[in-house]
Each structure stands twice: as C-alpha cells, then as structure tokens.
C-alpha cells in the first residue's frame, strides 16, 4: 500500500485535464504538497490556484519534459527545497495524427522526446531520491494506445507502448524494493489531448474542430474520474492501471485477438468507423 498522507508528489503536465486533476486528487487524499509542471505558465497557475482553494500546498515550475538538463536541474530543486519527491507522476504529453507515409520526423521526434524520453527523464533523475528515502512510487502514464496500435498513431503508438515497456521494466527491478510502479492506460478522457495535438499541416482548421469534438464524442471518462481510479491504483499498488470502459473492453478484445483486433476500428468502437 502506498500512503498518500502527508506525502510530496510531482506532476508533470500538470496545467491541464489529467495532470490537473491528479493535482486535486492527491491534495484531498492528503498529500503534504504538490509540486506541479508544465509548459503552459497559465494552466500551471489555475491548477495552483484550485489546490489552494481545496485547502493543499502547490508549488508551480515551468519545466519542459523533453529538455534532459532541464529536469535533471529541477530534480536537484526538489531534493535542495523539499527534501525530494515521494510520488512521481509522469504524465505530460502530447498526441500527434498522420499516417505512417505521411509522418515527419519531426513530428515523431517531437511526440517522442515528450511523451517517451519526458518520461524517461522523470523517471531517471527522481528514482535516485526515492531509493535515497527507501520508498516510493513512479506513475507513468501511458495508454490504451500503448495497448493497442491504432491507424494514424504510429508515433504516439511507438511512445506509449515505450513507455509500458520501460515501465514494467523498472517494476521488475524494484520488485524487491519498497518502489512501486504503475503503468496508466486511460481510455478516452475528456481532456484537451486533441486540441493540442499536431496534425498534419494540410489539416484545416475546421477539420481539426471536428477531430475535437468527435473526440469529446467518444471520450466518455472525466478527468476527474481518471484522476481517482490512478489514485486509488497507487494507494493499492497496482502495476498497470486501466481507466474506462473502453480500455478494460478494449484491453479484452486485444488479449482474444492479439493479431485481429484491428476490427475494432471498423466497428467504430473507438469512434466513427472510416
Ligand atoms: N485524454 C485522453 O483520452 C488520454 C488517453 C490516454 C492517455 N492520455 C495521456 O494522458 C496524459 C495527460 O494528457 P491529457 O489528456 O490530460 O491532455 P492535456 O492536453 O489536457 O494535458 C497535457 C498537459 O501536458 C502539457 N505538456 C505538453 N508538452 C509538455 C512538455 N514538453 N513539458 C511539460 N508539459 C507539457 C500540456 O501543456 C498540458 O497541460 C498524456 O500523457 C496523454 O498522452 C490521455
């Protein structure tokens, strides 16, 4: 079990759906603080504002995942101004739409040095702080899309099924340590993920908004409901966290038909069908 009370716990991306969320959810489970990043100044600074209506402790730095001195720097701020982090929780990301032949590798490099090496950063430069305490626990949030492949995903695909690997790895390692660690594999959340997301440039802006609003269409878990299932998995330690019902179907259908399952995509069970 690990005990949320009085505990320090970091959030990446947190100015926004999930991130923000987690940042409420941790401080009505009674976390000492939390220590909340992002690059969106603004965002950051709302989820601050709310922990601090809801009774909790934040403190705000504005920190981009994918700049390897950068968290390694804040890491060191942590451990100087606040005795170190007990919960980490990687979760900044970013989502991006093309199909294989149409991907840039810029694009792909972007979507990976967030969403992948962003977490491997955080996870690298804090694990020295929890194996220091003795204890601890690192959350990386992956997806069902680390699950699953999907058309059009290839490079957040290729991030998030990383990130599971990378994840369950390091919970092999520490399985004789008092380190837990947690995958995270939400569905669709209602978040602002697609609104954010890259698309290809050919892509109007009108198509955009309606990528956007079929996917508040199909996302059917809140944010604040992702938030307390993540929560609840780290009170109990579980290794890999499913959020929905599309993920624990979906999750299924992928362990029936692990070669097969692109039919899913005909059905339309993860939205319009083509
Ligand atoms: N929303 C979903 O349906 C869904 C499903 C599966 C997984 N996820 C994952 O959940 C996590 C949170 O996403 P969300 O849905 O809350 O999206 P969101 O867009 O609402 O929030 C993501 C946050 O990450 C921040 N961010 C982006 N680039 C960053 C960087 N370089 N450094 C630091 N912060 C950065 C953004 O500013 C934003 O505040 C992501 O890892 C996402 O891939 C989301």
Redo the contacts with the bound molecule.
Sequence with gaps: MTDITRKTALI?????????ALALCLTQEGAARVIL????RE?LEETADQVRNAGGTAETFL????DKDGVYDFAETVAREFGGADIVIN?????QVANVDELTYDDFEWVM???FW?MVYGTKAFLPQLQQKGAGHIVN?????GIIAAPRQAA?NSA?FAIRGFTEALAHEMRETAIRVSS??????????V??ARFLQSTSAGERQEAASN?DKI?RTS?AKAAEIIVQGIKKDRRRILIGMDARLIDLIQRLFPSRYGFIFKKGLLGPAD
């Design positions: 990446t991306g947190a100015g926004s759906g999930i991130g923000r990043t992002d690059v969106n965002g920190l981009d995942v994918s979760n900044a990301g970013v989502a040095n967030i969403d962003g949030v992956s997806s069902l899309f957040y998030k995270v594999h939400p569905g669709g959340i209602k978040t602002n993920i609104r954010n996917f996302a944010p």
